[in-house]
């Protein structure tokens, strides 16, 4: 028998990951710039290691400040380059992605515990999530979909960086970069011939599947949750698109 009291915790992660990261996900589809997220990411997963390689503690403030001010950074200048070479910005956001996975590499090259550090940045640890861990994340997405759906106009244009850089410096910390840019990308492709309202709760609907069955397979197989967390949610996703498909078809025909 499973005991289901242990993916509590890190299925509240998961939901607090979700409510973010599918209306930011839907616009970074709409922008075009879907690698955005892996590279803010990857940025804020650079302003950790660094952190640790000052000696700071890990989860103290000192890192959560490097993480911040590295995606912040990191967001910033994409939002630069945004405004000064649009037909370009995939091109630069790519080459910034592999500029800070290169860095974290080379900060990591000396560490005895280099490799498992890395992995824990692109794969997470949403089973070890700790209850303290949700409430300050917690309180961060509420501000930022409160500043999202409430000031619509700021959060998605002058705000759109800001919002997208202080989520996903948590997230990163939370989850992982993998399950970040899944989360980000999936839901959002799955509602993609949907504009109205229904398309972003369809998109929760699905995400939150694809977080259940991921960490009920991971307990029931022991396996890594967030590989497989992934995968549910792309599953999830094709089979939430498949009845959205089939559904608009029906409705086309109808007419």
Do not use: K
């Not at 794969?123 to 000031?151: E, H, K």
Request: hydrophobic share 60%; with cysteine; charged share 10%.
């Amino acid at each position: 028998m499973l005991d289901l009291s242990i993916v509590v915790v890190p299925l509240i992660a998961g939901m607090l990951v979700v409510a973010t990261h599918v209306p930011l996900g839907r616009e970074v589809l709409a922008r075009g710039i879907i690698f955005i997220d892996l590279a803010v990411a990857q940025i804020a997963g650079l302003g950790v290691i660094a952190a640790g390689a000052l000696h700071l503690e890990f989860g103290g403030y000192g890192v959560q400040l490097a993480a911040a001010t590295s995606a912040l950074g990191g967001s910033l200048l994409l939002q630069w380059t945004e405004r000064h070479w649009p037909e370009i910005q995939e091109a630069l956001i790519g080459t910034v992605f592999v500029l800070a996975a290169a860095a974290s590499v080379l900060l990591l090259a000396h560490n005895p515990h280099g490799a498992e550090r890395l992995q824990d940045l692109l794969t997470g640890q949403i089973l070890w999530v700790r209850p303290n861990q949700l409430i300050s994340t917690g309180a961060l997405y509420l501000l930022v979909l409160s500043v999202w759906f409430a000031a619509p106009h700021f959060a998605r244009r002058s705000g759109f960086y800001l919002l997208f850089a202080l989520t996903v410096t948590a997230s990163v910390q939370l989850v992982g970069i993998y399950l970040v840019f899944a989360t980000l990308i999936i839901p959002a492709l799955t509602v993609r011939r949907l504009t109205s309202g229904r398309g972003l709760w369809i998109a929760y609907v699905a995400a939150t599947a694809g977080y259940l069955s991921g960490l009920l397979l991971s307990l029931g197989l022991d396996l890594p949750a967030a590989p497989l967390i992934v995968w549910s949610l792309a599953v999830c996703g094709l089979i939430g698109a498949s009845i959205i498909a089939v559904s608009l078809s029906r409705r086309a025909d109808s007419r």
